[in-house]
């Protein structure tokens, strides 16, 4: 796949109108520009209009005219393609709504791309017949698509992998998690690879086995309260045993 897919979705703009009554019929007016190009080349302007959710007809921009799917919605659509001017109009929202608004909202938003931050740690180590666990995680990045996979000194990976986890942050980044269960042979190299639209190369990142300097920080931190902790303890002890035995020799 090229990166460039990547970039390119199928977005539809929509704006919808409802019309709802007390005792339960719903109208609805719905307008969508549908479109998987970058230049809108295939640009679609659809009009929907509905009763009770069903779609009684439609106006779509490639047809030129409505067309009806129900008794009513025929009938109707019949009326509304007499009117030539109505028809120029509608063929004209191609450009003036559908291109217009995509071309605002797609550099606004689509096309605003964020290079994600890509972390490689190690979940699980192998211990005997255990395989070890390594995770890939990318974090806030924009758009949403992306794809992680996994190298062994060179070679894509597959059945190895546990799995992947995408999610939204909620802030329009994205952030994605995949895992690795294997068992390390000495002297291979184990990568993880991300391809987004917000770079042209992929992004490579080696698994360095020694262990990695967030493992080494916690052990570093983990003995220094350790003994921090004794110290404490031990100068409480003395402390205690000191002010106890310092009562008794207070005579009443
Ligand atoms: C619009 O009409 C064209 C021609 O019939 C059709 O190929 C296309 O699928 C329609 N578009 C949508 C989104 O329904």
């Known amino acids: 796949m090229s990166l460039l897919n990547f970039s390119i979705f199928h977005p539809v703009l929509m704006l919808s109108a409802f019309i709802g009554t007390a005792d339960g019929y719903y109208h609805n007016r719905m307008d969508e520009c549908v479109y998987s190009t ?16 069903a779609v009684e007809l439609q106006y779509n921009s490639t047809v030129g005219k409505f067309v009806g799917f129900t008794e009513f919605g025929v009938k109707r659509a019949e009326r509304l393609n007499k009117d030539q001017a109505r028809l120029q109009q509608l063929k004209a929202q191609v450009d003036t709504f559908c291109r217009h608004n995509a071309q ?56 190895e992998v546990t799995s992947t986890m995408k999610m939204a ?9 995949s895992e690795l269960e294997y068992t390390p042979t000495s002297g291979e190299k184990v990568s993880c690879v ?52 310092g009562r008794i020799l207070v005579p009443n």
């Not at 987004?196 to 916690?218: F, G, L, Y």
């Not at 003994?227 to 205690?240: M, R, T």
């Open 38 to 53: 970058s230049d809108y080349s295939d640009m679609v302007y659809l009009l929907s209009y509905s009763f009770n959710k």
């Open 104 to 159: 605002i909202l797609d550099s606004a938003v689509r096309d605003e791309t964020v290079l994600p931050k890509v972390k490689l740690s190690s979940v699980k180590q192998a211990e005997g017949n255990h395989p070890a666990v390594l995770m890939c995680s990318a974090y806030d990045f924009y758009p949403e698509q992306i794809k992680v996979s996994w190298l062994r000194d060179g070679k894509l990976m597959t059945s």
């Open 169 to 177: 942050d909620g802030d329009w980044y994205y952030q994605i998690h």
């Open 194 to 245: 991300v391809e987004h639209a917000s770079s042209t190369q992929p992004i490579v990142k080696d698994w360095n086995p020694s262990m990695p300097e967030s493992e080494r920080n916690k052990i570093t931190i983990g003995s220094s309260g350790l003994v921090l902790g004794i110290i404490i303890a031990a100068a409480g002890l003395i402390y205690y045993k000191k002010k106890s035995s």
